[in-house]
C-alpha cells in the first residue's frame, strides 16, 4: 500500500491585504497623536527617543522644521529648528530662543515678559510658555512643557498653506481610515491595513495637555513610509 502525504490546508482569507503589526513600549518611545476628522478616534504611533525628525517641510515657501527628541523621558523635544528662505534660522531649547535673519540677530529666554517681534514676513511672539511664529504662509506653535520634573519641547502646527506637497512628519495631517473589526483598520483609497491598539494620548500641542483616547497603530501605516523616510542628520 502507498501512503501519499496529507495535502497542505492554506486558512481561508476574506482579504489578501498586507497588515501591520508590531507595537513599542512607552519607556524608550514618544507618542504622536494625528488628527483624524469625523472619525471615532484619532490615530496615535510611537517614535523612538532622541531621534532627529523632519517636521514640517514646505518646499514652495523654503519652510522646514526639524526636532531632535529627548532621550530621557519619553514626552517631547529637547530642541527644534525652523529654516525659512536661505538666511533665516530659528532655534529652540528647553533654556533659550535664538533667531537670525543673516543679518539682525535676537534671542529670547522663556519665562521673559510677553515679547513680539516682526520684520518683513516672519513673526515671533513669545507669551508664557508659547511661542507663535508665522513665516510667510506657515504658522506654528511651539510650547514649553513642564510635567513631573521634566522640561520638554513641543510643536503644533495653526496654519498651512493650501494646495501644496508637505512633508515631514506633521505634514500628515487629517489623516481618514476605515475600521474593518474591533482590532483592525485601513486607511481610505490605501491597501494596506493595520492591527490597532486602544491607549491613550497626551496631546502636547494644547497648552492644557489633555489626555486623549487614540487608536495605536504601527508608525509606517500612518505614515506611509519608514522612520528613516523622516529622519535628518542634522537640525
Not at 520634573?149 to 498651512?160: N, S, T
Not at 473589526?181 to 491598539?197: F, G, M, N, Y
Amino acid at each position: 500500500m502507498i501512503f501519499e502525504p496529507a495535502p497542505t490546508v492554506v486558512p481561508f482569507q476574506m482579504t489578501n491585504l498586507p497588515t501591520l503589526t508590531g507595537f513599542t513600549s512607552s519607556g524608550d518611545y514618544v507618542r504622536f497623536l494625528v488628527a483624524s476628522s469625523h472619525q471615532p478616534k484619532p490615530l496615535c504611533y510611537d517614535v523612538p527617543v532622541a531621534t532627529k525628525l523632519s517636521l514640517l517641510s514646505d518646499p514652495s515657501s523654503e519652510f522646514s522644521m526639524n526636532g531632535e527628541l529627548k532621550l530621557y523621558g519619553g514626552k517631547g523635544f529637547k530642541e527644534i529648528a525652523i529654516h525659512y528662505k536661505t538666511d533665516h534660522l530659528l532655534t529652540l531649547n528647553t533654556s533659550e530662543i535664538r533667531y537670525s535673519d543673516g543679518q539682525n540677530h535676537v534671542k529670547f529666554v522663556w519665562g521673559q515678559q510677553p515679547t513680539k517681534y516682526e520684520r518683513d514676513s516672519v513673526s515671533l511672539i513669545l507669551e508664557n510658555d508659547e511661542l507663535n511664529v508665522t513665516m510667510g504662509t506657515v504658522r506654528v506653535v511651539l510650547l514649553l512643557h513642564k510635567e513631573d520634573g521634566d522640561v520638554f519641547l513641543w510643536p503644533a502646527v495653526r496654519h498651512l498653506p493650501k494646495n501644496v506637497t508637505l512633508q515631514g512628519i506633521l505634514g500628515k495631517t487629517d489623516v481618514q481610515y476605515e475600521q474593518l473589526t474591533e482590532s483592525q483598520i485601513k486607511i481610505k483609497d490605501q491597501p494596506l491595513r493595520a492591527e490597532v491598539l486602544r491607549s491613550n494620548a497626551t496631546d502636547y500641542g494644547r497648552t492644557s495637555a489633555p489626555s486623549v483616547d487614540c487608536w495605536l497603530v504601527p508608525l509606517p501605516f500612518v505614515l506611509q513610509g519608514k522612520l528613516s523616510d523622516f529622519t535628518v542628520s542634522q537640525l
